[in-house]
């Protein structure tokens, strides 16, 4: 198989990795689901349980995109293409809109879907669920594009 580019090798182990991953976090959330029920029924929860379900997808979140970044660096194809600033770029780049692309499309609805079950829909503690939210997905924006400039800079220069 023969790559391209960082982005490429990013976006090949995604697709292959992710519906995996998805079952994983909902597996990891169910338990706190469960706990949640009084025979049956949701019942109203105060907002740390909120986030304890929400910080679990953000978990799962921030250890598949270490999975990814691993992945990426330790790949047969990757020496080569670390050498290359604009690529080490447009993956550096390629892992934080991933970020904010699970924030939007998987964190944020899963946690207001988790909150609505409960019939909990104030306005404020959606915005504040999400400002946490932000902050964590900022954290782990930071350190994968810190791991993935020192994998870049630890990169023998190639001999000419």
């Known amino acids: 198989m023969s790559t391209s580019s960082l982005v490429e090798l990013a976006r090949a182990y995604i697709e292959q990795e992710q519906p995996r991953r998805r079952e994983q976090a909902e597996a990891r959330v169910l338990p706190v689901r469960k706990r949640l029920t009084a025979e049956g029924e949701f019942r109203l929860v105060h907002p740390g349980v909120i986030w304890e379900a929400c910080q679990t997808w953000l978990d799962e979140t921030r ?3 270490r ?3 691993d992945h990426v660096l330790r790949h047969p194809q990757a020496l080569p293409l670390l050498r290359q600033p604009d690529d080490v770029e447009r993956f550096r780049r390629f892992i934080a809109e991933w970020l904010a692309r699970e924030l939007d499309e998987y964190i944020m609805p899963n946690c207001l879907a988790f909150m609505k079950e409960r019939g909990i829909q104030v306005e404020q503690e959606v915005r504040i669920v999400r ?3 932000e902050m964590v997905i900022a954290q782990v924006t930071k350190e994968l594009l810190a791991q993935i400039h020192l ?6 220069v190639a001999p000419s």
Not at 151 to 156: D, E, F, K, L, S
């Open 67 to 69: 999975d990814i970044v």
């Open 151 to 156: 994998a870049a800079r630890r990169v023998p």
């Open 131 to 133: 400002h946490r939210a």
């Open 63 to 65: 250890r598949f995109g």
